[in-house]
């Protein structure tokens, strides 16, 4: 499988739907590759918090539109990050931070809502609704063409979560065997950026795609940094602090192999069911 990730540089003089036709443009460029992941919140920018409201939109909505209209002419799998999800809730609104997935045929698949938001007690924590489901996605075998059968299962997280391995570890208990992590992250904890997605890689013996941001949101300069990790930790792909495109090839069948060579995902003893005891 070959995946692309584009990490989106955020120009505050760029307006959002400016932006929506560049990286349209970027992701037709990336004919050939299976799957292209896109950074979080990158229409707007992560911390630009005062055009949540302002640009958050339904997940058919323009940035959708652009997306699908993109993946469906390089005939590629689009994880296209997320956007500020707006859900009508009576007299009021709701946001969420929302990735779609987007099929070769332009569909929309899957979405994911954040489950773990950042803020403590303001910016996003406070602006936004937490999701509360995990969500897998399967594609096709892309060596046959089969576009029946699932043949990798790629897992959704969003920035923040990298900080929460229960969810990733949920994730692989759903089959996850690639973990797709799109973020935000300030350039002031880019070391934990790397750090936790190697973690993540080890503890889960799974591919972590984690692709970020470049630029600056609202003064807050961002990370760069995307990386790319197989199931042993090993770094494969690792952008600067520029816009920049990833491009790796990856075997799903090295993620079976390394659990089956070090199968410490068997000798779990917590989270797990807790058999009844007997007297």
């Not at 540089?9 to 760029?14: F, H, L, M, Q, Y």
């Not at 002419?73 to 009576?90: C, K, N, P, Q, T």
């Not at 970020?212 to 807050?220: D, K, P, Q, R, W």
Request: aromatic share 6%.
């Amino acid at each position: 499988m070959r995946a692309s990730l584009l990490q989106i540089a955020v120009d505050p003089d760029e307006s959002v739907e400016s932006r929506r036709r560049r990286v349209a443009a970027l992701v037709r460029k990336q004919r050939g590759a299976d799957l292209v992941v896109l950074p979080e919140l990158w229409p707007m920018g992560a911390f630009a918090y005062e055009l949540f409201a302002t640009e958050a939109e339904t997940p058919d909505g323009p940035t959708f539109e652009a997306m699908s209209a993109a993946a469906r002419d390089a005939g590629v799998w689009l994880h296209a990050g997320s956007i500020v999800e707006r859900v009508r809730d009576g007299g009021s609104d709701r946001l969420f931070n929302t990735s779609l997935v987007i099929s070769p045929a332009g569909e929309l698949v899957r979405t994911y809502r954040k489950i773990h938001r950042f803020g403590f007690d303001k910016g996003e924590a406070t602006l936004m609704d937490a999701g509360s489901e995990l969500v897998t996605v399967a594609l096709p075998d892309t060596t046959t063409g089969d576009t029946t059968t699932g043949d990798t299962t790629i897992g959704l997280a969003t920035c923040y979560d990298l900080r929460f391995p229960e969810l990733f570890r949920g994730l692989v208990d759903a089959g996850a065997q690639v973990l797709v992590v799109p973020a935000g992250w300030p350039a002031r904890r880019r070391a934990h950026w790397s750090l936790l997605a190697r973690a993540r890689a080890v503890e889960n013996q799974s591919y972590v795609l984690a692709c970020g941001t470049a630029g600056t949101h609202a003064g807050v300069e961002q990370a760069g940094h995307s990386v790319v990790v197989d199931p042993w930790g090993e770094v494969l792909a690792e952008a600067g602090n520029g816009e920049e495109v990833l491009t790796v090839d990856l075997d799903p069948a090295r993620v079976a192999l390394t659990r089956e060579q070090f199968p410490a995902l068997k000798d779990r003893r917590l989270g797990l069911p807790v058999p009844p005891v007997r007297d």
